[in-house]
């Protein structure tokens, strides 16, 4: 079985724009590549899984969910980084048409992190799941994961409504480097 650092998108990966969808509107949080690379370098497999109640809200498409995705994946690429999976969560209780669901994927639900452990053969318990809100500890936990909470986004507002015991770091880099310390990465 392989380890897997779980990554929620808006707030950690990228700045924090609400319903974000447009390529143009995209910009990483700074060091997020080398953080990634980091990762990649350590032996996790990095896999995304993002909560995009935006389509469920008929603000966009899973065609630009998925469009952004690839955008994102080329600027890793093109700095030496890789995400190895992508998952998103187009549904919202509130929504619209078949979307309108509630359903096991949403964080805090630990739907996706699962889905992704059964095809990616991934050992969810030397695993890792890092966000920058509550829902994102949330999901990491009820699926058996280490969370980690950044300050990026969200995270500053939400270290205070925190269990006992979750890591806390400014941001992406700052997990990265302490988790490929801690597997002899760096």
Known sequence: MRRAVFLDRDGTINQEREYLHRVEDFCF???????????????FLVVVVTNQSGVAR????????????RHIAAQLTAAGARVDFWLYCP????????????????????GMLLEAADRLDIDLASSFMIGDKLSDVEAGRAAGCSPILVRSGYGADEESRLPPGVAVYDDLLAAAISLAAMCDGV
Not at 32 to 40: K, M
Not at 58 to 69: C, I, Q, S, T
Not at 91 to 106: E, L, T
């Open 29 to 43: 949080i700074a060091d997020v590549p080398w953080a990634i690379s980091l990762l990649n370098r350590a032996g």
């Open 58 to 69: 008929g603000y966009y498409a899973e065609k630009d969910v998925e469009a952004l995705h």
């Open 91 to 110: 549904h919202h209780p509130d929504g619209r048409g078949a979307y309108a669901v509630s359903c096991s994927c949403r964080k805090p639900l630990p």
